[in-house]
């Protein structure tokens, strides 16, 4: 939770959570997904009866109900050794008495600090220009949030005054959310998908995230001897971006939401598509077909690997997607810009598009 305070153009508290944790006892692999679902009201239907083809980058239809606070909660109380208040002290202080920015924080703020606006702007930068590597960061009202959220866990983000001053400002900005979205909203157990990679085992959660397109490019370049070429070999970066381009290209022609109804399926898991997929690759020469262009809007993720002394392992992304940094901060006593950031870049919403933005339902993830 701490990321949010030192990384606030990268994660925080109105993001996404994804976990897939090892449990060293039993031996057993388990995921949890912690992304945000579409407004109950909102639908593709709808949009295009405004005259929308996409969801806009900088449209309130496109953020989702952030699920990384429910996710930590259950993470903590499920798995944790210490109470959430312990958790997030190191954050709550942080946020209090300021953080250090380094380098790679205030090139970001460099890059995508011109996108801030009103209380955004207020809140996310040091006098109204961005915050240099080496000065100091803080923010009493994410501190304030915290402090709510501590002794009361999800329940305080999604049913108290951090939840109305989310809802009140992203409807004043267009949006569709309402409070029953935030009461609504639980992190969702779910079974890890495995795949073989030359004698190991690769483990993803399942769609909404892009795990499986992860294995399947694995699977694509098993069919070549990688090994042979040197890392930063022509040859070999060829065929990575070759095998990238193909499996985010099936990608797109899959929904992201099983359990909005539309099942998962397994054909990217086949042997057969990755043959296929890999007979299309010209080592002398790249491709034609692009993909779309969601795949540019964010490259980028925050992504955290811990192991304990008992060897309990949990591998987490804990994400804002597309860095808006703030946009439509609201100026309330607990204005926390980062609650309205989680944003799905990739919710579609042209009939027909498999992809399409369904109500209450979960996007494919831009940087999972």
């Known amino acids: 939770m701490v990321l949010g305070i030192c990384e606030p153009p990268m994660t ?90 380094y380098h790679r924080t205030a ?107 992860a294995q399947l490019i694995a699977a694509i370049l098993e069919r070549f001897d990688i090994a042979g070429l040197a890392p930063d070999s022509a040859a070999r970066i060829h065929l990575q971006t070759e095998a990238t381009r193909l499996a985010y290209g099936v990608r797109n022609m899959f929904p992201s939401d099983p359990v909005s109804g539309r099942p998962y399926d397994e054909t990217l898991l086949s042997d057969a598509l990755a043959d296929r997929l890999a007979a299309q690759i010209d080592p002398k020469k790249a491709g034609t077909a692009a993909p779309r262009p969601a795949e540019a809007l964010h490259r980028d993720t925050v992504y955290i690997t811990v192991v304990d002394k008992d060897r309990l392992a949990v591998s987490l992304i804990y994400y804002v997607a597309l860095r808006r940094l703030g946009q439509e901060a609201a100026d309330r006593p607990v204005p926390i810009a980062e609650m309205i950031l989680s944003m799905s870049a990739s919710s579609m919403i042209s009939e027909g598009d498999r992809m399409m933005l369904l109500p209450d339902t979960r996007s494919i993830t831009p940087s999972s």
Do not use: C
């Open 12 to 101: 925080g508290l109105g993001g996404d959570v994804f976990a897939i944790i090892h449990d060293p006892a039993t031996g057993s692999v388990s995921g949890l997904n912690g992304s945000g679902r579409a407004p109950a009201a909102l639908d593709a239907a709808r949009l295009r009866e405004q005259g929308h083809d996409t969801i806009r980058l900088d449209s309130s239809h496109g953020v989702t109900v952030p699920g990384a606070v429910d996710a930590f909660d259950r993470l903590v109380s499920t798995r944790g050794k210490m109470s959430l208040a312990e958790v997030l002290a190191p954050a709550i202080h942080h946020a209090e008495n300021g953080i250090p920015v």
């Open 107 to 213: 090139l970001d703020w460099a890059t995508f600090g011109d996108r801030l606006i009103g209380p955004g702007r207020t809140h996310f930068t040091d006098g109204g220009k961005p915050y240099k590597a080496g000065s100091r960061f803080a923010s009493a009202p994410q501190a304030a949030a915290l402090r709510l959220i501590a002794p009361d866990g999800a329940e305080a983000f999604y049913r108290g005054e951090i939840m109305e001053d989310i809802v009140v400002t992203l409807r004043a900005h267009g949006g569709l959310h309402r409070a029953e979205d935030f009461a609504n909203t639980t992190a969702t157990p779910v079974d890890p998908v495995r795949r073989g990679y030359r004698g190991h085992d690769l483990v993803e959660l399942p769609p909404n995230t892009q795990g499986d397109t």
